[in-house]
T-cell receptor, first 110, second 118 residues
Framework: DAKTTQPTSMDCAEGRAANLPCNHS???????VYWYRQIHSQGPQYIIH???NNETNEMASLIITEDRKSSTLILPHATLRDTAVYYC???????????FGAGTTVTVRA | NAGVMQNPRHLVRRRGQEARLRCSPM?????VYWYRQLPEEGLKFMVY????????ESGMPKERFSAEFPKEGPSILRIQQVVRGDSAAYFC????????????????FGQGTRLTVV
């Protein structure tokens, strides 16, 4: 019952920007967009989240379209260690549950 | 500042035995969440606990599974009479007390316990 749609997989060249799309056409006004990633055999790691404005931190940038029906996670300079499954999640403020879908398997190649 | 600590990292149990998975939340965190990741599947929410209270166990199987978060000590996820279908990675996450007014607080995950039932 995930509310997001992501491509199953994508490849990225090391050192280049990785742009990960996510569709969330049924997002509600009080739902945030969250991104997590899971490197093989590790626990999920929080990356970034936003409501409607673009956000940037030390890991990534999040671009949310004006209608909020889609977003893009940007890893500015992908490294081999960024190879992971990336999850886009919509979450109501105050909701403690994270609903993980299948995510996008990102493979960074040298 | 240690992160969320889970132990053991790997656990092998024979069918019918009990499995106990431990989770020590980050310092200052009073909320604990357990998730399960079956092979080739996504993470699924199991249970949300605060100290001495189960807040939401809607994702817990109705039988054989239980969880606790005592006043002192780690949170425990207990699986009685394990079956092969319980083989999975079990992840614990913790967060500080949730803020009022819908303020979001982040959950930080541990490295998981991989349970194998043979």
């Amino acid at each position: 019952d995930a509310k997001t749609t992501q491509p199953t997989s994508m490849d990225c060249a090391e050192g280049r920007a990785a742009n990960l799309p996510c569709n969330h056409s049924t997002i509600s006004g009080n739902e945030y967009v969250y991104w997590y990633r899971q490197i093989h055999s590790q626990g999920p790691q929080y990356i970034i989240h936003g409501l409607k404005n673009n956000e940037t931190n030390e890991m990534a940038s999040l671009i949310i379209t004006e209608d909020r029906k889609s977003s893009t996670l940007i890893l500015p300079h992908a490294t081999l260690r960024d190879t992971a499954v990336y999850y886009c999640i919509v979450r109501v403020a105050g909701d403690y549950k994270l609903s993980f879908g299948a995510g996008t398997t990102v493979t960074v190649r040298a | 500042n240690a992160g969320v600590m889970q132990n053991p990292r790997h656990l092998v149990r024979r069918r019918g035995q009990e499995a106990r998975l431990r989770c020590s939340p980050m310092k200052g965190h009073s909320h604990v969440y357990w998730y399960r990741q079956l092979p080739e599947e996504g993470l699924k929410f199991m249970v949300y606990l605060q100290k001495e209270n189960i807040i939401d166990e809607s994702g817990m199987p109705k039988e054989r599974f239980s969880a606790e978060f005592p006043k002192e000590g780690p949170s425990i996820l207990r699986i009685q009479q394990v079956v092969r279908g319980d083989s999975a990675a079990y992840f614990c996450a913790s967060s500080p007390a949730s803020g009022g007014g819908g303020r979001l607080t982040e959950a930080f995950f541990g490295q998981g316990t991989r349970l194998t039932v043979v």
